[in-house]
């Protein structure tokens, strides 16, 4: 069992940063491929960013490639989402997630979610 928790969400002008951090329980966070999706008002839960177990491999979404960067501290059981020239339509719940399997974009492929936290960004 994984239990995730979200936190660093606000509300920035278009072309500022935030960092998203989310931290995990249990001894097994090391093992885990994690995930970040975001939840627009209206519209469907969609991938963002994965890393996996060793955080070597990465995948991004092409709506976030050379602007979001993910990163995960194994020792801290904490996986980071570096958010850079964030732009209006970034505006989303984000959710981390953690699932068994390298380089997936679907929500069925994890199996534990965090709560999600708001990121809200002004013209």
């Known amino acids: 069992q994984v239990q995730l928790v979200e936190s660093g969400g606000g509300l920035v002008q278009a072309g500022g940063s935030l960092r998203l951090s989310c931290v995990a329980s249990?001894?097994?966070?090391?093992?885990?491929?994690m995930g970040w999706f975001r939840q627009a008002p209206g519209k469907e839960r969609e991938f963002v960013t994965s890393?996996?177990?060793?955080?070597?491999?990465?995948r991004y979404a092409d709506s976030v490639k050379g602007r979001f960067t993910v990163s995960r501290d194994n020792t801290k059981n904490t996986v980071y989402l570096q958010m850079n020239i964030l732009k209006p339509e970034d505006t989303a719940v984000y959710y981390c997630?953690?699932?068994?399997?390298?380089?997936?974009?679907?929500?069925?492929?994890?199996?534990?979610w965090g709560q999600g936290t708001q990121v809200t960004v002004s013209s």
């Open positions: 249990g001894r097994t966070f090391s093992s885990y491929t």
């Open positions: 997630a953690a699932g068994s399997l390298i380089g997936r974009i679907q929500e069925r492929d994890y199996n534990y």
């Open positions: 890393i996996s177990w060793s955080g070597v491999t990465t």
